[in-house]
């Protein structure tokens, strides 16, 4: 059986074989997908293996999805709430704690997918940010999988409905 996925040091350790040459899905059996792994393990090569390096780029993710909720309520005439709702997720690893401070997959994928709507927002008139929120949702599934087709299935009706008419057909092929 797995150990716990709630335990931050498996997500660490198995970024840490991963430096030492083991492959996923081969070498260490897991039942997630593969990009929180990736992650740690390339934030470990460039910075060295310690859990601060690996908190730091959580930390790191988590200021994204910060200023991408931020950017969804500005865009959206929200006036003085874009603060507030940005604030909100920057306060939610403290009203969370421990689950949104730490190097976990459902972390990275809750960032993931903050980050992929920001870029859906941008994609509805741009085929370059609509390729760039499609990477992030794939992101998003490959690090927890039902949150990744669940915001597909969002994210894809909304370019597909916001769009303007002439280019709604590309942009959601884009985004896909």
Known sequence: LEPNLLEEGLLLHVGERMLAGDHLYSDIVL?????P???????????GSTIEVARIGVAILQGLACASVYN?????????????????IAFAPV?????????????IATSLAFIAAGLALRGVRSNG??????????????????????LAIGLVATIAACAPARERLRRTLVLC
Do not use: N
Request: glycine content about 8%.
């Open 95 to 107: 009203l969370l704690f421990p689950l949104l401070t730490i190097a976990f997959y459902t972390t």
């Open 129 to 150: 940010w609509a390729f760039a929120a499609g990477v992030a949702i794939a992101l998003t599934a490959l690090s927890k999988q039902t949150v990744g087709a669940l």
């Open 31 to 35: 039942v997630t997908g593969p990009v």
């Open 72 to 88: 969804l309520a500005r865009r959206s005439d929200a006036g003085p709430w874009a603060h507030a709702s940005a604030a909100s």
């Open 37 to 47: 792994y990736v992650m740690v393990a390339g934030i470990f090569s460039v910075f």
